[in-house]
């Protein structure tokens, strides 16, 4: 599985908006990308997933680059729950396993 | 639906134990997956398990056991538990049908080896 490349941590205001990056130059044709998110002492819930267009669900947005080489996880309105590590995760479509290899994510803090 | 549970919660050894780690599911799922979660760092896949009576190596599988004799259960076993094994264990579970699948999470183990 191509390797993604994410900004070890970022900084946001509550109610503000949150662009998260995501760096994944080697991607295949067949890789989704995925965005999952670790909230302080719990395991890893997700967030999202895509493969061309953007995608917006209840808890996210994501943009996807026209190449695909990168990707933005957008937080429209940042609340302090949101506080987490931000994992961004490239897996090819099927596969038997369905193994999700995790980076070191982005550790995202809300300011009051 | 209680989603994935694990027991225990938080447990303490000493260099040489053994101990059995718990995971159970309520949603039917086929698939199971015990990680491990180091200070700082993702989560390392240890063992996986395709379906009732199967399971298979991940990432870093030496020093652990895995049975998965139904379908709702998954445990993993520390035979001689070592300091090196001192970590955060995370269990998840995907079910099999349709498109994508995301995995749903338990929410940990903490353990220490002393």
């Known amino acids: 599985d191509a390797k993604t490349t994410q900004p070890n941590s970022m900084e946001s205001n509550e109610e503000e908006p949150v662009h998260l990056p995501c760096n994944h130059s080697t991607i295949s044709g067949t890789d989704y990308i995925h965005w999952y998110r670790q909230l302080p002492s719990q395991g890893p819930e997700y967030v999202i997933h895509?493969?061309?267009s953007n995608v917006n669900n209840r808890m996210a947005s994501l943009a996807i680059a026209e190449d695909r080489k990168s990707s933005t996880l957008i937080l429209h309105r940042a609340t302090l729950r949101d506080a987490a590590v931000y994992y961004c995760?490239?897996?090819?479509?099927?596969?038997?396993?369905?193994?999700?290899?995790f980076g070191t994510g982005t550790l995202l803090a809300v300011q009051p | 639906n209680a989603g994935v549970t694990q027991t225990p919660k938080f447990r303490v050894l000493k260099t040489g134990q053994s101990m059995t780690l718990l995971c159970a599911q309520d949603?039917?799922?086929?698939?199971m997956y015990w990680y491990r979660q180091d200070p700082g760092m993702g989560l390392r896949l240890i063992h996986y398990s395709v379906g009732e009576g199967t399971t298979a190596k991940g990432e870093v599988p030496d020093g652990y056991n895995v049975s998965r004799l139904k379908k709702q259960n998954f445990l993993l076993g520390l035979e001689s538990a070592a300091p090196s094994q001192t970590s955060v264990y995370f269990c998840?579970?995907?079910?099999?049908?349709?498109?994508?699948?995301?995995?749903?999470f338990g929410p940990g183990t903490r353990l220490t080896v002393l």
């Open positions: 995760i490239l897996k090819s479509r099927g596969g038997a396993t369905n193994k999700l290899i």
């Open positions: 949603m039917n799922h086929e698939y």
């Open positions: 895509g493969l061309t």
């Open positions: 998840a579970s995907r079910p099999t049908s349709g498109d994508y699948n995301e995995q749903f």
